[in-house]
């Protein structure tokens, strides 16, 4: 059977285990021989007991675990050339020309780069005596495809990536919890949720919670829920949970004063009766100028200017840990069996794919045309253009 490796990289997140699972088992099925590879990149440079061959019930009760049961870690050594003729030999020697990876985007691009330069490294480890002619012309092709493991949502051409929802579980749980207490002292709460340079987890804690006011990186200096969001189809989700009159999508950004806005949204909320105020933070989030709105400065405005009684809880990785979702373990599943079948339907000129979600469909998309995607939303928000970075991230 061809040989097919699965390793996750960069941060875990929960349904990775249900991609590792699903790869297994659908590869076995398909007649493979099947390795896990170990503490990712690194693991397949170090190899040893790093790769090691999977059977059935080895991925027998993990579905329902966080993290990733085969570990993961950022790899400095697969940077250097040396590293990658390790970790290219460590394959070979093994008989493993088909892989999928579980990570980011920076692990993506890491696998399509390797991809692009097998054929070089073979001939170099030929070269120097450390793999066989046989073996370089057996395992002259080597096939990749990519599933996005991540909690920020934040990959160009998926709905999700697997791990967002499981996330959005953990903070909303905890935004509930919070809740009470704010209640009871009629407090003002300021939650700082993950996401790295994507609003997306911040948006939809704000929409699902209630809360008060959002700040998220794609649209600054602020975005009050109830009047301006920059997703459309959440707009209209706004809408609807909200019953605001209009809902102001993004397009055309009116310049405003948030410290104004948010000031008078809270006064008004406490007048009207309301005994508590939440206002979510992305870690991300930013002024026009590209300066960051923290938790903290958030806190003194609203302690500065209205003098509530404040306090801030920053989630920080109790949003990656946890089991996972029904919806992370069955998106887990079914991105690992699709990535499985691409591999095995993969020619020589078949480039490497992501799977992603596309409504509720599991399609396969170019690799690199997804990363740099991704990278050119990173780009546009670099350089304030939010509109093209909105429009570059598509539908989620
Ligand atoms: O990408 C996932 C993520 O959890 C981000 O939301 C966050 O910014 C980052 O990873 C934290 O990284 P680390 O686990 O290295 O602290």
């Known amino acids: 059977g061809k040989g097919l490796a699965v390793f996750t990289s960069g941060g875990d997140s929960q349904g990775m285990n249900a991609a590792v699972r699903s790869v297994v088992r659908m590869g076995i099925y398909l007649g493979c021989k099947v390795y896990f590879i170990r503490e990712?990149?690194?693991?397949?440079?170090?190899?040893?007991?790093?790769?090691?061959?999977?059977?059935w019930s080895s991925v027998s009760s993990i579905i329902h675990k966080g993290g990733t049961i085969i570990g993961s870690a950022r790899c400095m050594d697969f940077i250097q050339k040396?590293?990658?003729?390790k970790a290219a030999c460590n394959l070979v020697t093994r008989g493993i020309t088909n892989l999928v990876v579980i990570g980011g985007d920076g692990s993506l691009t890491g696998a399509n780069l390797f991809r692009q330069e097998w054929s070089d490294l073979l001939d170099e480890l030929l070269a120097h005596n450390r793999i066989t002619k046989d073996?370089?012309?057996?395992?002259?092709?080597?096939?990749?495809?990519?599933?996005?493991?991540?909690?920020?949502?934040?990959?160009?051409?998926?709905?999700?990536?697997?791990?967002?929802?499981?996330?959005?579980?953990?903070?909303?749980?905890?935004?509930?919890?919070?809740?009470?207490?704010?209640?009871?002292?009629?407090?003002?709460?300021?939650?700082?949720v993950m996401g790295r340079h994507c609003g997306y987890l911040a948006l939809v804690t704000a929409l699902s919670s209630e809360a008060d006011f959002v700040f998220i990186p794609e649209a600054p200096p602020a975005v009050d829920w109830r009047d301006k969001l920059c997703y459309n189809y959440l707009a209209l989700v706004a809408a609807l949970a909200s019953e605001a009159d209009q809902v102001f999508i993004p397009e055309d950004p009116v310049p405003h004063n948030w410290v104004e806005k948010l000031c008078k949204r809270l006064q008004q909320e406490r007048k009207s009766g309301q005994r508590l105020n939440i206002i979510i933070v992305a870690e991300g989030a930013i002024d026009r100028e590209g300066k960051p709105i923290t938790a903290e400065l958030v806190k003194k405005v609203v302690v500065d200017n209205l003098q509530q009684d404040t306090r801030i809880t920053v989630l920080g990785h109790v949003q990656?840990?946890?089991?996972?979702?029904?919806?992370?373990?069955?998106?887990?599943?079914?991105?690992?069996?699709?990535?499985?079948?691409?591999?095995?339907?993969?020619?020589?000129e078949t480039e490497p794919c992501v799977v992603s979600l596309d409504g509720n469909q599991a399609v396969r998309l170019p690799l690199m045309e997804c990363v740099r995607r991704t990278k050119a939303v990173a780009q546009a928000m670099t350089d304030k253009n939010w509109e093209l970075a909105v429009q570059l991230r598509g539908r989620s």
């Open 40 to 55: 990712g990149y690194q693991g397949m440079v170090d190899g040893g007991d790093n790769i090691e061959e999977a059977n």
């Open 82 to 85: 040396e590293g990658r003729l």
């Open 135 to 192: 073996q370089r012309e057996k395992y002259k092709y080597l096939h990749i495809a990519g599933l996005v493991g991540s909690i920020d949502n934040d990959f160009c051409g998926t709905d999700m990536t697997i791990g967002t929802d499981s996330a959005l579980h953990r903070i909303i749980e905890a935004i509930d919890a919070i809740v009470s207490t704010a209640y009871s002292h009629q407090r003002t709460f300021i939650m700082e």
């Open 320 to 348: 990656r840990g946890g089991s996972p979702s029904a919806f992370d373990r069955i998106l887990g599943c079914r991105m690992g069996a699709e990535a499985v079948m691409a591999l095995m339907e993969a020619t020589p």
